[in-house]
Nanobody, 118 residues
Framework: QVRLVESGGGSAQAGGSLRLSCAASGFIRSIVVMGWYRQAPGKQRELVADITSGGSTNYENSVKGRFTISRDNAKNTVYLQMNSLKPEDTAVYYC????????????WGQGTQVTVSS
């Protein structure tokens, strides 16, 4: 059983910052890709950013230059530093782990709400 526990969501003003964390535990042989997805009301879930165990990253175009993904392999933890937040970043953010980049794996966190006000 794999468990992903997210923390760090909340509210921020436009231009502000938030940092999300996700710790993975359970039966984990090796986590290749850790990532963050988000889903806004009425929209499909989309990739925000992901990172391989070797440090290669992918970002959704609208967050490039504002968000930074990082991970601590020893702690099976992934982080998402979100700067220069915009109201359109408002969504539920989900942690995910899987075998390849840009494709969600089978394991999801419970989601954490991020709300950005103008």
């Amino acid at each position: 059983q794999v468990r992903l526990v997210e923390s760090g969501g909340g509210s921020a003003q436009a231009g502000g910052s938030l940092r999300l964390s996700c710790a993975a535990s359970g039966f984990i042989r090796s986590i290749v890709v850790m990532g963050w997805y988000r889903q806004a009301p009425g929209k499909q879930r989309e990739l925000v950013a992901d990172i391989t165990s070797g440090g290669s990253t992918n970002y959704e175009n609208s967050v490039k230059g504002r968000f930074t993904i990082s991970r601590d392999n020893a702690k099976n933890t992934v982080y998402l530093q979100m700067n220069s937040l915009k109201p359109e970043d408002t969504a539920v953010y989900y942690c995910n782990i899987g075998p390849i980049g840009r494709v969600p794996g089978d394991f999801w966190g419970q989601g954490t709400q991020v709300t950005v006000s103008s």
